[in-house]
């Protein structure tokens, strides 16, 4: 399998952190391209931290990055790396369409291949929105925008950071299997930081859990579901099993990182 993430021995610790507290540290992960993985882990154990790392958007002290071979720098300078964070951020003054062929029209020099825009807005449900302002839609169909801009300039690499936490239930189910549709037409690795079980099993192959003070990789699990999956997979049982699974790992990351004063989690 090509490798699409290797992160070797990453040790990160944050201005003015104590030293002894690195935010990072010795983590080892390997991603093969086209998969999806999900990072979950409690508060604080470094999930954004290593996401900013793989963006190219803040360095680490020791160990080594690469994405499909390349420095996150690198891979970020030549649009290889698509990033949605919770909070969709649309330019206000222009329609849903022309956002969405933004990164396409700032880069046209750069030769990449760029994906139509109301192709795009179908995957995600909104070709009827294509017309109307950011302040005309709802936070679910702004952050269906903000998905389909991130795979316009086709990113080798798609980094979320907990994109659809703020959105009901329906709403993130409805995003959920869109993202799910172009993830696979696009054949495209996503690290998806989210703090739902349910969310990690349905969307992942791989659920990285990590545990805190300082943040590690504590267990990675397999998600041997079939795909596509549809709604009898996602109700079966062995759905259920892998949640139980990934809720056991997740208390004992927890328990491994508790301070002797934190209260202990039902
Ligand atoms: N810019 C910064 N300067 C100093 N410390 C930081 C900075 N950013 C994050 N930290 C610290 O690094 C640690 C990891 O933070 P990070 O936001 O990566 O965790 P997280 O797992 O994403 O948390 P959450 O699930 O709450 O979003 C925390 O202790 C946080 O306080």
Same mark, same amino acid.
């Given at each position: 399998m090509t490798a699409g993430i290797e992160v070797r021995g990453l040790t990160k610790r944050h201005p003015g !952190?104590?030293?002894?507290?690195?935010? %990072?540290?010795d983590i080892d992960l390997e991603i093969p391209h086209r998969r999806f993985v999900s990072l979950i882990g409690p508060s604080g154990c470094g999930k954004s931290t290593l996401l900013r790392i793989l963006a190219g958007l803040e360095g680490h002290d020791t160990g080594s990055v690469s994405l499909l071979g390349e420095s996150p720098r690198r891979a970020s300078r030549r649009k290889a790396i698509g990033l949605v964070s919770q909070t969709p951020a649309l330019l206000?003054?222009?329609?849903v369409r022309a956002n969405v062929a933004l990164p396409g029209k700032v880069n046209r020099r750069s030769g990449k291949e760029v994906d139509p825009p109301d192709e795009l807005l179908r995957a995600v449900g909104l070709e009827d929105a !294509?017309?109307?302002?950011?302040?005309? %839609?709802s936070g679910g169909m702004l952050q269906r925008v903000a998905v389909a801009r991130a795979f316009a300039l086709r990113p080798d690499v798609l980094l979320m950071d907990e994109p659809f936490s703020a959105l009901d239930e329906f709403t993130r189910e409805a995003l959920q299997y869109q993202l799910l549709g172009l993830w696979q037409r696009r054949a495209t690795t996503v690290v998806f930081v989210t703090h739902s079980v349910r969310e990690a099993v349905v969307l992942s192959d791989e659920i990285v859990v990590m545990s805190a003070r300082p943040g590690r990789v504590h267990e990675v699990l397999d998600v041997d579901l079939p795909r596509p999956r549809d709604k009898d997979i996602v109700k079966g049982p062995h759905m259920h099993d892998l949640e139980d699974r990934v809720r056991a790992s997740l208390q004992r990351a927890w328990k491994a990182g508790a301070a002797p004063d934190d209260l202990v989690p039902l």
């Open positions: !952190a104590r030293p002894d507290r690195p935010a %990072l540290q206000p003054w222009l329609t !294509a017309d109307q302002y950011p302040h005309q %839609l």
